[in-house]
T-cell receptor, first 113, second 111 residues
């Protein structure tokens, strides 16, 4: 089964801790994305990567970091510098379609205690 | 930035009726618009894409229109069923490889 997996599904963090959210895809997609979703708001882009070993900041990159060492993997680290990290985090990927149809993972809900 | 707005947060309708959702955009017309469905606690799933030179697109009970004069897309669910209850998101390209998403409209279909 091809798809995107995210882990863990739920994550609890104490203030001041860094946490890393996992995103893996076996769709052979080049581009991958991280979004944050808060109630009543649209998906906001944190980081995206069009190719291995390259990534760009999205609209709300402050307090987050990513890496793209392998095509299949695009982990997101939420650092202690992120002031309000409690949210639902979604990873997505897209293939070679000219219309950028995005395939999403199931999401990780992060709660800061 | 390329804004996109869904002007209704929630829509409650009776089973069998047609639900109509609106998506408005600003600035230049995008080459296409996309619609996604999102169930609670899950990731969005792509439903339909409509290109700027298409006025209407259909997929089963779903119909999408694109009016570049009004800068608007309408998303219709005909003969709605309780299983159609979900949040529906529209999205437009903001540049290569990026999409801007609306906040979504939550549809509840009453049996």
């Amino acid at each position: 089964d091809g798809g995107i997996t995210q882990s863990p599904k739920y994550l609890f963090r104490k203030e001041g801790q860094n946490v890393t959210l996992s995103c893996e895809q076996n769709l052979n997609h080049d581009a991958m994305y991280w979004y944050r979703q808060d109630p009543g708001q649209g998906l906001r882009l944190i980081y995206y990567s069009q190719i291995v070993n390259d990534f760009q900041k999205g609209d709300i990159a402050e307090g987050y970091s990513v890496s793209r060492e392998k095509k299949e993997s695009f982990p997101l680290t939420v650092t202690s510098a992120q002031k309000n990290p409690t949210a639902f985090y979604l990873c997505a990927s897209t293939g070679t379609s000219a219309y950028n149809e995005q395939f999403f993972g199931p999401g990780t809900r992060l709660t800061v205690l | 930035s390329q804004k996109i707005e869904q002007n209704s947060e929630a829509l409650n309708i009776q089973e069998g009726k047609t639900a109509t959702l609106t998506c408005n955009y600003t600035n230049y017309s995008p080459a296409y618009l996309q619609w996604y469905r999102q169930d609670p606690g899950r990731g969005p799933v792509f439903l339909l894409l409509i290109r700027e030179n298409e006025k209407e697109k259909r997929k089963e009970r779903l119909k999408v229109t694109f009016d570049t004069t009004l800068k608007q897309s309408l998303f219709h669910i005909t003969a709605s069923q309780p299983a159609d209850s979900a949040t529906y998101l529209c999205a437009r390209p903001s540049n290569d490889y990026k999409l801007s998403f609306g906040a979504g409209t939550t549809v509840t279909v009453r049996a």
